[in-house]
């Protein structure tokens, strides 16, 4: 895939699967803005680019903030020269805790972030896409907008969200050559669940994903830049599962045929 000359702004670029994202988009000739709460993590990643001689540079950004959203994509544009072509909206917290004491704060907290963010950053990128008449935004989204767990209150809730705020851009944002899509990544190791994977859940999950093994940053990476891409240009709308086979189960399966 050919990204020369094309713009990229990667939320949680500083790590995970923005990380991922950010340098992929790079090897493939986009010019990066890694942009993330934790600036020496972007500093790093990009850092890291431009060593492989690539085209990047940090941001700092809140992306829950509507004043540090529009401060990082002005920044952006001015290291670009020209407008965003490419949005990955990775930026995304989790905030496991029961329901039935899940405190409001942090509930408002991941929606915030995971929600707020994704519509702030979607609605400033596409300014400038309706005026060059093309775009590309892919959200990352989770399993958990379409498979309950528990303690994931305000984590699954978000995703789902996320999910019907990518239906909506694509609807109002498709007549100007804009495309919108969410990829919803199955299990995969990264610095925000690295927690939660113990040798118990990771044969738990193992056990209901008929890949029978856990995901990769790299095939997380591979699907956002074919969605990046020209040849992704007619889809539109789209929550696209990114998990091994997790989601086309209905009940957990415990053996094999083999």
Same mark, same amino acid.
């Given at each position: 895939?050919?990204?020369?000359?094309?713009?990229?702004?990667?939320?949680?670029?500083?790590?995970?699967?923005?990380?991922?994202?950010?340098?992929?988009?790079?090897?493939?000739?986009?010019?990066?803005?890694?942009?993330?709460?934790?600036?020496?993590?972007?500093?790093?990643?990009?850092?890291?680019?431009?060593?492989?001689?690539?085209?990047?540079?940090?941001?700092?950004?809140?992306?829950?903030?509507?004043?540090?959203?529009?401060?990082?994509?002005?920044?952006?544009?001015?290291?670009?020269?020209?407008?965003?072509?490419?949005?990955?909206?990775?930026?995304?917290?989790?905030?496991?805790?029961?329901?039935?004491?899940? *405190?409001?704060?942090?509930?408002?907290?991941?929606?915030?972030?995971?929600? $707020?963010?994704? /519509? +702030?950053? %979607?609605?400033? =990128? #596409?300014?400038?896409?309706?005026?060059?008449?093309?775009?590309?935004?892919?959200?990352?989204?989770?399993?958990?907008?379409?498979?309950?767990?528990?303690?994931?209150?305000?984590?699954?809730?978000?995703?789902?969200?996320?999910?019907?705020?990518?239906?909506?851009?694509?609807?109002?944002?498709?007549?100007?050559?804009?495309?919108?899509?969410?990829?919803?990544?199955?299990?995969?190791?990264?610095?925000?669940?690295?927690?939660?994977?113990?040798?118990?859940?990771?044969?738990?999950?193992?056990?209901?994903? *008929?890949?029978?093994?856990?995901?990769?940053?790299?095939?997380?990476?591979? $699907?956002?830049? /074919? +969605?990046? %891409?020209?040849? =992704? #240009?007619?889809?539109?709308?789209?929550?696209?599962?990114?998990?091994?086979?997790?989601?086309?189960?209905?009940?957990?399966?415990?053996?094999?045929?083999?």
């Amino acid at each position: 895939m050919d990204f020369d000359n094309k713009t990229a702004f990667v939320t949680g670029g500083g790590s995970g699967i923005g990380e991922a994202a950010a340098i992929g988009l790079a090897a493939q000739g986009a010019h990066v803005a890694v942009a993330d709460v934790n600036y020496e993590n972007a500093q790093k990643v990009a850092d890291s680019i431009v060593k492989q001689g690539g085209k990047a540079f940090p941001i700092a950004v809140d992306v829950s903030s509507p004043e540090s959203v529009e401060a990082a994509f002005s920044n952006a544009e001015s290291f670009y020269g020209s407008i965003t072509n490419i949005l990955v909206n990775s930026a995304g917290i989790m905030g496991v805790h029961a329901f039935i004491d899940y *405190p409001v704060d942090l509930f408002t907290k991941v929606m915030a972030v995971n929600v $707020t963010g994704t /519509f +702030l950053c %979607s609605q400033r =990128a #596409a300014q400038g896409m309706v005026k060059a008449g093309v775009g590309r935004i892919i959200n990352i989204a989770s399993i958990s907008a379409e498979r309950a767990g528990v303690g994931r209150t305000a984590y699954g809730t978000s995703k789902a969200a996320t999910a019907g705020l990518t239906r909506q851009l694509a609807m109002e944002l498709g007549a100007f050559g804009i495309t919108a899509n969410a990829i919803a990544p199955g299990p995969v190791i990264t610095p925000l669940t690295a927690a939660a994977y113990t040798p118990e859940t990771i044969a738990a999950f193992t056990s209901m994903i *008929p890949a029978r093994r856990l995901g990769l940053l790299e095939e997380m990476t591979s $699907t956002i830049l /074919f +969605l990046a %891409s020209d040849g =992704a #240009a007619y889809i539109n709308g789209v929550l696209l599962p990114v998990d091994g086979g997790y989601l086309a189960g209905g009940i957990n399966k415990t053996g094999t045929l083999n």
